[in-house]
């Protein structure tokens, strides 16, 4: 499935960007937390229901496979250590040094926010682009698009953990963490 041209019009893109569900992206990350940073290379795969991100990196991150399958999380290590659920997502956290936002990430690699979550969203007044927008407590801007695929997707992205109202003592688990994506191919 292809979109309808990354010229036509963002309201069209939008809408056939909520049922792109068969994607591949390959880039680099660069992630900090908790006053420490890494970079590493991203691969991404997105399948009806399934989605795989793979990070290679140095040190502390080494490389991680995650797998969502509908709601079933599952993480092998670069020491072939195999997690399911909770210990799955507690090793993704001790990784990064922040919860990741698995379901919500196949969305914003796109470029719009998850579909049926809340966000607000700011727009480019003539192109009627998204180039920002906050979800779960996350703020993702789009610094730059590429035709590819038949749509505008994003080349440059930057999400930053906020502070989520309602958290108790007001700060949530990685608050201040950012990750900045540059994607090398779209496939």
């Known amino acids: 499935m292809f979109g309808p041209g990354a010229d036509a019009p963002w309201p069209e893109q939008r809408a056939r ?9 390959n880039g680099r990350v660069a992630v900090a937390a908790n006053g420490q940073g890494f970079t590493a290379s991203l691969r991404y795969e997105q399948r009806p229901g399934e989605s795989r991100l793979s990070l290679d990196g140095p040190l502390g991150i080494g490389g991680l496979r995650v797998a969502l399958d509908g709601e079933d999380l599952a993480v092998e290590t670069s020491r072939g250590e195999k997690l399911d659920g909770a210990a799955a997502r507690d ?31 700011r727009m480019d007044i003539a192109s009627q682009e998204i180039t920002r927008f906050v979800q779960r407590g996350w703020s993702v801007t789009i610094e730059r698009r590429m035709p590819v695929l038949g749509f505008a997707l994003p080349q440059r992205l930057n999400a930053e953990r906020v502070a989520v109202e309602g958290a108790g003592d007001g700060v949530s688990a990685g608050e201040g963490a950012r990750m900045k994506l540059v994607v090398e191919r779209w496939q």
């Open 17 to 25: 960007l909520e049922t792109f569900d068969r994607y591949n992206v």
């Open 91 to 121: 090793e993704i956290e001790r990784r990064l040094g922040f919860p990741l936002p698995l379901a919500e990430l196949r969305w914003w690699l796109l470029g719009i926010p998850a579909p049926g979550g809340d966000a607000t969203t």
